[in-house]
T-cell receptor, first 115, second 112 residues
Framework: GNSVTQMEGPVTLSEEAFLTINCTYT??????LFWYVQYPGEGLQLLLK?????DKGSNKGFEATYRKETTSFHLEKGSVQVSDSAVYFC??????????????FGAGTRLAVHP | DGGITQSPKYLFRKEGQNVTLSCEQN?????MYWYRQDPGQGLRLIYY???????QKGDIAEGYSVSREKKESFPLTVTSAQKNPTAFYLC???????????FGPGTRLTVT
């Protein structure tokens, strides 16, 4: 079946450090891949997406590349800020979902950035 | 401003009472979704609807009910049959296969 596995948190970094949050997936065909961010007490916001192999999604300094050969979609940022502290969710939308956009989420990774 | 609204933000109920959570969108999306989020966990799909007057059960539909009488609205009722109703509930909408979902701000339900 379809599934998403994220690295366990919390990830604790100092400001301006390099960030990597690992995400791997299991799916048939060619799913679309997403990263969402959730700030405390809020809903999820789409951070970036990639819809086919080798696509790179990017937004607000975050990047992730759709790697079909390793079934991965790792999130990276070169220099984190305190304001990046949040929970990050990796998700996939299976191909052939039958006319609606089903999303399958990972468990989330909490990021804490200290000054 | 297009978006999804959920109300109220916080909701408190006594055990044994049904409660309805509101979700409205003005994005003209056909599909709408309800998720449940428990502390430290990912999102689990409760119900979804692709078109008006049609909806399907998700992974954890027991103890919940929905209606979709208008394209813009997808209310969720948490019934007294739901054994552990205290959670953060998120509504989302989306266009079609392969596209992202847009989320509302969520409703935190506490049942005592």
């Amino acid at each position: 079946g379809n599934s998403v596995t994220q690295m366990e948190g919390p990830v604790t970094l100092s400001e301006e450090a390099f960030l990597t949050i690992n995400c791997t997936y299991t799916a048939t065909g060619y799913p679309s891949l997403f990263w969402y961010v959730q700030y405390p007490g809020e809903g999820l916001q789409l951070l970036l997406k990639a819809t086919k192999a080798d696509d790179k999604g990017s937004n607000k300094g975050f990047e992730a590349t759709y790697r079909k050969e390793t079934t991965s979609f790792h999130l990276e940022k070169g220099s984190v800020q305190v304001s990046d502290s949040a929970v990050y969710f990796c998700a996939l939308s299976p191909s052939g979902s039958g006319g609606y956009n089903k999303l399958i989420f990972g468990a989330g990774t909490r990021l804490a950035v200290h000054p | 401003d297009g978006g999804i609204t959920q109300s109220p933000k916080y909701l408190f109920r006594k055990e044994g009472q049904n409660v309805t959570l509101s979700c409205e969108q003005n994005l003209n999306h056909d599909a709408m979704y309800w998720y449940r989020q428990d502390p430290g966990q990912g999102l689990r799909l409760i119900y979804y609807s692709q078109i008006v007057n049609d909806f399907q059960k998700g992974d954890i539909a027991e103890g919940y009910s929905v209606s979709r009488e208008k394209k813009e609205s997808f209310p969720l009722t948490v019934t007294s049959a739901q054994k552990n109703p205290t959670a953060f509930y998120l509504c989302a909408s989306g266009r079609r296969e392969g596209y992202e979902q847009y989320f509302g701000p969520g409703t935190r339900l506490t049942v005592t």
